[in-house]
């Protein structure tokens, strides 16, 4: 089916050490999002690819980082992982002509 | 700025009761508004949306939306509740600019669905 997958779906990592984060799809949506959610809160929009063009929200941290190589993946690094990055990461994807997102499962970040 | 908001942090609701899920919105322009549920450590998944026509929006899993312009609400229904409808639902509206369609979420509500 097609979907959109995550890896891993539990990661643990020390403080400060970097951290990559991957999705991929095979929707074959020219639009990739990650979103940041932390314990039961809404998800927050961290930045966007629309094709290969990055779109970074205003508020999301340097620490933050974003590589698209290709349409079915996307990869979410984090340079310098603090204790307040531990959350849920949610990779969505959409078409451009389309309004509805598809979430993968997920990937619920520990920061030791 | 679009925004949404979701009054209740919780519902509670007897299975076999008819449930009802708050949402309230505040948009420039007209409304592309979404409901999605998030079972424990999943994802997001959609259930439906309201863009434009019918008031009365039909989705996934027996759900049902009803868009009221002049409450400016977009509250989730269902009928019948079951144990199995108990998740966090969230309402969430498009964002302004561009056709990336990116999504305002509200705070959530947890639904709970007692035996």
């Known amino acids: 089916d097609a979907m959109v997958i995550q890896n891993p779906r539990y990661q643990v990592t020390q403080f400060g050490k970097p951290v990559t984060l991957s999705c991929s799809q095979t929707?074959?949506?020219?639009?990739m999002y990650w979103y940041q959610q932390k314990s039961s809160q809404a998800p927050k929009l961290l930045f966007h690819y629309y094709d290969k063009d990055f779109n970074n929200e205003a508020d999301t941290p340097d620490n933050f980082q974003s590589r698209r190589p290709n349409t079915s993946f996307c990869f979410l690094d984090i340079r310098s992982p603090g204790l307040g990055d531990a959350a849920m990461y949610l990779c969505?994807?959409?078409?451009?002509?389309?309004?509805?997102?598809?979430f993968g499962a997920g990937t619920r970040l520990s920061v030791l | 700025a679009q925004s949404v908001a979701q009054p209740e942090d919780q519902v509670n609701v007897a299975e076999g009761n008819p449930l009802t899920v708050k949402c309230t919105y505040s948009v420039s322009g007209n409304p592309y508004l979404f409901w999605y549920v998030q079972y424990p450590n999943r994802g997001l998944q959609f259930l439906l949306k309201?863009?434009?026509?019918?008031?009365l929006v039909k989705g996934s899993y027996g759900f049902e939306a009803e868009f009221n312009k002049s409450q400016t609400s977009f509250h989730l229904k269902k009928p019948s509740a079951l144990v199995s409808d108990s998740a966090l639902y969230f309402c969430a509206v498009r964002g302004l600019g561009g056709a990336t369609n990116k999504l305002i979420f509200g705070t959530g509500t947890l639904l709970a669905v007692q035996p």
């Open positions: 929707l074959n949506h020219n639009v």
């Open positions: 309201y863009i434009t026509g019918d008031n």
């Open positions: 969505a994807t959409s078409s451009g002509a389309r309004v509805i997102q598809y």
